[in-house]
């Protein structure tokens, strides 16, 4: 099983930029993707990208700010947020991500970084 560590989390004013990374401890031919939970609230799917990086998939409620994106070559992932508001503040995840059609979910999960924006 693969061990996903993500980094790149704080604490930013709304309309401010982070750059979330994840770091595997093996090559993942898989799809990857980011999830958050919010405090009282469920995990919630984020940002998918295949392997090969073709095809990238984005929840609504971030389309347009957030950008996912991956480096095979470091192992890694990465998402990119700006224009960050106050309601994208929650716990980001990692993940081995899997596609339901129109839905994922995610395996193998990271242990998470907290991102806080401020209004």
């Known amino acids: 099983q693969v061990l996903l560590v993500e980094s790149g989390g704080g604490l930013v004013q709304a309309g401010g930029s982070l750059r979330l990374s994840c770091a595997a401890s093996?090559?993942?031919?898989?799809?990857m993707g980011w999830f958050r939970q919010a405090p009282r609230k469920e995990r919630e799917f984020v940002a998918a990208?295949?392997?090969?990086?073709?095809?990238?998939y984005y929840a609504d409620s971030v389309k347009g700010r957030f950008t996912i994106s991956r480096d095979n070559a470091k192992n890694t992932v990465y998402l990119q947020m700006n224009s960050l508001k106050p309601e994208d503040t929650a716990v980001y995840y990692c993940?081995?991500?899997?596609?339901?059609?129109?839905?994922?979910?995610?395996?193998?999960w990271g242990q998470g970084t907290q991102v806080t924006v401020s209004s």
């Open positions: 990208i295949l392997w090969t990086g073709t095809s990238t």
């Open positions: 093996a090559r993942t031919r898989t799809a």
């Open positions: 993940a081995v991500a899997i596609n339901h059609g129109s839905m994922w979910s995610g395996d193998s």
